[in-house]
């Protein structure tokens, strides 16, 4: 599976955006997804993540109501929307995949065999 995020980009404090990720391959509906992301300097955190149907969705306490993600099992694609925006949330967002586990967490990073790149949110002040 290859994933290809994009959406990022420069936001002032309070504003939105929409991440989306492709996923290469005819195995979508197969995996479970998540975003993590990455601030300069700290280490990668889980952020939302979202079963192989849709049914149950996960969020990192601060994302929790400002923050949904979704997925479309016929376009490949999962999305994050993310509301009310500030600058904590700057960093580098990556997408993962993962077939469905039963075992671990959905926040637990290693637990993810496919990354992309990520893609760059930057929240002004």
């Known amino acids: 599976v290859q994933l290809q995020a994009s959406g990022g980009g420069l936001v002032q404090a309070g504003g939105s955006l929409r991440l989306s990720c492709a996923a290469s391959?005819?195995?979508?509906?197969?995996?479970?997804m998540a975003w993590f992301r990455q601030a300069p300097g700290k280490e990668r955190e889980f952020v939302a993540a979202i079963s192989r149907n849709s049914l149950n969705t996960y969020y990192k306490d601060s994302a929790e109501g400002r923050f949904t993600i979704s997925r479309d099992n016929a376009e490949n694609t999962v999305y994050l929307r993310m509301n009310s925006l500030n600058t904590e949330d700057t960093a580098r967002y990556y997408c993962?995949?993962?077939?469905?586990?039963?075992?671990?967490?959905?926040?637990?990073?290693?637990?993810?065999?496919?990354w992309g790149l990520g893609t760059l949110v930057t929240v002004s002040s």
């Open positions: 993962a995949a993962r077939y469905y586990s039963g075992v671990y967490a959905y926040s637990e990073g290693p637990s993810y065999t496919a």
């Open positions: 391959g005819r195995t979508f509906s197969s995996l479970e």
